[in-house]
């Protein structure tokens, strides 16, 4: 993957603004390609990292990162053939069980993924599996709510990295467990709204097994000259296709031998 940023300082940052705008007021705007058809996907990660460097001065705290498109139903969904990243802080973790404003959101939409946790910190190029589950000191059934800014959850690769891999809220809970009890790939769920399955499927599904999305994320992290610390909190991909959600929706992710995660959607 070239990381060759063509956009100008003032584009980048002006890109930034816009999609910050989009994120805090929850409107849609159109895909940054209509006015950048160039953009690269080097020039999506450096308005992330932007967005990144803003947030932190703005006082919230990174917590970890997140794989996205690392599922073929959601690579099929999205139409996006590429794994992207993006990064997680305190402001979008909401606790298990809890109703989750939707005011706040564009279009929200629900996915089920395994997350880790870190006991040490790791660095690319060349991370692999093994080096993931050795680096893992827990994982533990998650819910992302992800909100693309883009007009009709539709975009491109590079806006989407641009707009931080439409991340807006994530939700851990379940039993934590050692990454070497389980197997990863054979690890099955089911997604239930309102009482319905709306999605079902084994971890395996995210670019063979998870650890393996957690790898790729840290040799990116690499490309942007970044790495994982130790105690972070990485989502690993959505498992099946994203789900939307409205107010009054309750959504329970079930997750064999991790217990399930549960969370309801207010106004
Ligand atoms: C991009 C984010 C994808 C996942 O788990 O695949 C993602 C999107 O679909 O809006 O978080
Ligand atoms: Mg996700």
Redesign the pocket.
Known sequence: MSMDITLSREDVVRLCERIEGAQRRAHAIPKLTDEYPGMTIGDGYAVQTELRRRYVAQGHRLVGW??????KA??R??G?DV??I?FLTDRMARAENAAISTSDLVHP?V?C?VAFVMKKALAGPGCTRQDVLDATDHVLPAV?I???RFSG?K?DLAS?VA?N???ARFVGGGRARCADELDLRTLGVVLEKNGEIVGMGAAAA?LGHPADAVAMLVNILAELGESLPAGSFV?????TE?VPVRPGDSVVARFQELGSVSMRFAE
């Open positions: 997140k794989a996205g498109l690392t599922s959601k690579m969904q999205m996006v794994p992207s993006g939409r996915e993924e992302e992800i909100d693309s959850f975009f989407v707009d891999g439409s991340s995210v989502l690993s991909g959505g498992i994203a």
